[in-house]
């Protein structure tokens, strides 16, 4: 699945280069506000959360039928991040999704399958603060954060692998996703964060990716030593999405047994 998704990703970069090119995606960039940033909201000392707009996804489907506006309200007041799923053909997202999101004041993350620095371009003249980029599919990791960082975004690096963060790590990645969901068979495994973690230093930013259901699951990763977490199908799908991401609050909130993680210092001790 995942090779069919970039095969038509890279079809779809080249279509749209066509009808906006990268040079009017700079202009429009010139003449706009720096963006809200992300690494302050995920990153500041306590579980922060990342919650998604979600509308459908290759291994469920459709998920929910409410309106951005709608989830929104939701995420303002419990989020400190919010992910917008941009990708067309698989997830019934949109870059248009990702613009109306910016009259919430969110740092908004642009969660798509990105193969060409074009689509970093695009997600900042959409109104992101970051961008995913996912270790094996973006071409250039360093380049592609270094472009990032150019464009006043810090990226979020997904890692699926040690060999993954020892890439994201040597790029030079500051927010690094462990995605607990394989992107082969759509399985999740949230002993992946508990493996991974230890493997990113304390001084950077870890995002633990996919499997929350609920409070029990959040605080699982929390102690594993996620300093943020990423939470989508849970509540676009739940009854009522507002009580459920109050209990995740309180969960993560209350964790006092949270793994630690090396120090930059320790980790090349223990990996060097």
Do not use: W
């Amino acid at each position: 699945m995942l090779r069919d998704i970039i095969r038509s990703k890279k079809l779809e970069v080249k279509e749209l280069m066509k009808k906006t090119p990268l040079s009017i995606l700079r202009d429009d960039i010139t003449v706009m506000d720096e963006p809200v940033s992300f690494p302050a909201a995920v990153g500041g000392g306590k579980v922060s959360l990342i919650c998604e707009y979600k509308r459908a996804s290759p291994s469920m489907g459709r998920i929910s039928e409410r309106g951005l506006e709608e989830m929104m309200e939701v995420y303002r007041d419990l989020a400190d991040a919010v992910s917008i799923v941009t990708d067309g053909k698989y997830f019934k997202g949109s870059l248009d999704l990702l613009s109306r999101a910016t009259d919430y004041g969110k740092p908004l993350l642009m969660k798509d399958f990105l193969v060409d620095e074009y689509q970093i371009y695009r997600a900042r003249a959409s109104g992101a603060s970051s961008v995913l980029l996912i270790t094996g599919v973006f071409p250039d990791l360093e380049s592609g954060i270094q472009k990032c960082r150019e464009l006043s975004m810090e990226p979020l690096v997904e890692c699926h692998t040690s060999l993954d963060i020892f890439r994201a790590l040597e790029a030079g990645a500051e927010i690094i996703g462990v995605n607990n969901r394989d992107l082969e068979t759509f399985e999740v495994d949230l002993e992946r964060t508990h493996a991974l973690a230890p493997l990113v230093p304390d001084e950077l930013i870890l995002v633990s990716e996919s499997g929350v259901r609920g409070p029990e699951d959040a605080e699982i990763l929390a102690g594993y030593g996620a300093d943020a977490l990423l939470i989508g199908t849970a509540p676009m799908s739940a009854q009522n999405p507002r009580e459920l991401l109050e209990e995740i609050v309180d969960a993560v909130s209350q964790c006092r047994d949270r793994r630690r993680r090396y120090t930059g210092d320790e980790f090349f001790e223990q990996f060097a």
